[in-house]
């Protein structure tokens, strides 16, 4: 996106183009799942036939060059945000991130005394959407799908945000 | 008080001084044993007759700081032929944190050891491979010891910003 980036306004073609790539991305969000502790059994609750991510266009995928969306579902210690990191940088741009559960986005319950938490994951890699929760229900998950879809919504290629 | 059961009294009959205390409240029968008499403990009550201890459960630490000696290693011992669960402690010394390993009568007891090296920082002499069980090889200190300051963070990374507490003075408090 860099020839675009920056060098042209709102005009006709990209405004036009904007909505065409931002219904593709927001309509078909591919997530890495990255489920470190109990949150992660919810979010599988989410992908399963109960709640059924995918006919939101939702398919989760095992590895990060494949996916544009990282759910990170759980506590994230010392040890897993290098590696966290690292899976982040895979994966190809424009990627976007859901913290998922009280201890990805603060360090929850080991907040003040955990030696081995990281006290959220937007201390290691930006965050776009945070579901608060211990762990958060399926529907709350679901609903930040929305609210990412919402995001994704007002890109521009002619802009980058944040 | 609870009548003591028959392996505790048989223990402490068959090693006289070197158990340095029985009881058995509320079911839970221990034996404080002293540190050199660990191992000999261990594979007679897990090889005599009329006790077989075989199954080995757990081994901790617990850091009673201020109190002399600091740390009680803990094992638990189950015999599944006679139904019978025992608890093991050792007193260490906060000087001498050092204990003789188990593994040769209990193999098991390995990564416990480990995991109570990594976080208590108690040594276990004879042990074959005595590395951190959980934290990273660069982690400085024992987290679980209770002179182990609550704030202290080691991150391996580099932050994307600073941590913010709940209690840093600089953050105005909350209207009520």
């Not at chain 1, 005394?113 to 229900?137: S, T």
């Not at chain 2, 001084?17 to 221990?30: G, L, N, V």
Request: charged share 30%; aromatic share 10%.
């Amino acid at each position: 996106m860099s020839l675009i980036e920056g060098r042209y306004g709102p005009n006709i073609v990209i405004t036009s183009l904007d909505k065409v790539f931002n219904w593709g991305r927001g309509s078909s969000v591919w997530p890495m799942t990255f489920g470190l502790a109990c949150c992660a059994i919810e979010m599988m609750a989410t992908a399963a036939s109960r709640f059924d991510l995918d006919r939101y266009g939702i398919f989760m995928r095992p590895t990060p060059r494949q996916a544009d969306c990282m759910i990170v579902a759980g506590t994230v210690s010392v040890k897993m945000a290098e590696r966290l990191r690292r899976l982040y940088h895979q994966m190809p741009e424009p990627r976007w991130v859901i913290a998922m559960g009280s201890c990805s986005i603060s360090g929850g319950p080991y907040w003040e005394g955990g030696y081995h938490v990281v006290k959220g994951v937007d201390l290691i890699i930006p965050v776009d959407v945070y579901v608060p929760g211990c762990p958060p229900r399926p529907e709350a998950l679901l609903d930040a799908f929305l609210t990412l879809k919402e995001k994704i919504a007002k890109e521009t290629m002619a802009k980058k945000l944040a | 008080m609870q009548e003591l059961p028959e392996y505790l009294s048989v223990l402490k009959s068959r090693f006289g001084d070197r158990i340095e205390e029985i009881h058995a409240q509320h079911d839970d029968a221990t034996a404080v044993v002293k540190r050199d008499a660990i191992v000999e403990v261990c594979a007679w009550l897990r090889d005599d007759e009329k006790t077989l201890f075989d199954l080995f459960l757990d081994l901790t630490a617990v850091d009673y700081i201020g109190r002399k000696p600091r740390f009680e290693v803990v094992i638990h011992l189950v015999s599944i032929p006679f139904r019978h669960r025992l608890r093991l402690k050792v007193r260490l010394d906060e000087d001498d944190p050092v204990m003789p390993t188990i593994i040769p009568v209990y193999p098991a007891s390995n990564w416990f050891e480990r995991e109570c090296w990594d976080l208590y920082g108690i040594k276990f002499d004879g042990h074959p491979d005595l590395r951190r069980m959980f934290l990273q090889e660069t982690f400085v200190g024992h987290p679980l010891r209770k002179d182990y300051p609550i704030a202290k963070r080691q991150p391996l990374i580099e932050l994307r910003k600073s941590e913010v507490r709940r209690n840093d003075e600089s953050v105005e408090p909350r209207p009520a």
